[in-house]
């Protein structure tokens, strides 16, 4: 499995970007895929992810209404669509991808996936 994560840039406040992960390699609507974000001397957090069968999402609370994260199952690709972007969502972003079909609860745990792909830069500066 190989996970490609692409979109990233900078930005200004207020905004947005449309980050990609392309997948190869996954069984079709199956499992989970999230995003993940990491900034200097943080750890790794989670942002958004969704389950391919149904589309079920969870967010995490500080993007709630700003970003909204969708697939393409055809395409094997996920998306998330990032809007009035703040400076805190300044980040190297990574997509991850489980092949169990977890719960939304879960969907926030770095330890329900089974693949990393690599980060893109985000920057959210005036």
């Known amino acids: 499995v190989q996970l490609q994560a692409s979109g990233g840039g900078a930005v200004q406040p207020g905004g947005s970007l449309r980050l990609s992960c392309a997948a190869s390699?996954?069984?079709?609507?199956?499992?989970?895929m999230g995003w993940f974000r990491q900034s200097p001397g943080t750890e790794r957090e989670f942002v958004a992810g969704i389950r391919r069968s149904d589309g079920a999402t969870r967010y995490l609370d500080l993007v709630k209404g700003r970003f909204a994260i969708s697939r393409d199952n055809a395409k094997n690709t996920m998306y998330l669509q990032m809007n009035n972007l703040i400076p805190e969502d300044t980040a190297v972003y990574y997509c991850a991808a489980a092949t169990a079909n977890y719960i939304t609860g879960y969907m926030a745990s770095n330890g329900a996936y089974d693949y990393w792909g690599q980060g893109t830069q985000v920057t959210v500066s005036s």
């Open positions: 390699g996954l069984t079709p609507r199956s499992g989970i």
